[in-house]
């Protein structure tokens, strides 16, 4: 059928008509209430689940801040404006997970730039090693005892 004929109109506002998105009532959609612990549950099994999917670096966006509830609403620290973008198109995959597995469409997020919270990056191996002795100060008397250089 040629885009330009009489029929393929008629044809293409039949096609719109029946593709129309319903409305949705909001007012019908559920909204129980759920507790902090289950809601930090749903928000640490989409975390995981972006994992799973080799979707890392989304993860690690949401982990970089520590997230609070307050109410329904999910306040979430970012550390700069360009991550902050990219929590915000994530929010729509996120808080239809939220609200699908918490059964509450009250839920919103709000995303807040908060400079403190930058996570440093570790690349000398002096700095991987301080933190590894953050972690396990064991391994400072280790390498003291064996009178180890670490050298990378």
């Known amino acids: ?16 008509r ?7 009532d909001e007012a019908s959609l559920p909204r ?20 799973a999917q080799g979707e890392r670096i989304q993860a690690s966006t949401l982990e970089m801040g520590e997230p609070t509830l307050h109410g329904t609403v999910l306040d979430l620290q970012v550390p700069n404006k360009t991550i902050r ?17 918490l059964s509450n469409y009250d839920i919103s997020l709000n995303i807040i730039e908060n400079e403190e919270i930058i996570h440093k990056i570790r690349v000398t191996p002096d700095e ?22 670490l050298v990378f």
């Open 85 to 101: 973008d990219e929590v915000h198109r994530e929010e729509a995959k996120l808080l239809g997970f939220l609200r699908k597995s």
């Open 32 to 51: 129980e209430k759920f507790t902090e612990k289950e809601f930090f549950d749903s928000f640490n099994t989409y975390v995981e689940t972006l994992k």
């Open 18 to 24: 029946n593709f129309k998105e319903e409305e949705i």
């Open 128 to 149: 991987k090693f301080a933190r590894l002795v953050e972690l396990n100060p064991l391994l400072q008397d280790f390498k003291r005892t064996l009178d180890l250089k």
């Open 1 to 16: 059928m040629s885009n330009y004929s009489i029929k393929s109109v008629v044809v293409k506002q039949e096609v719109l």
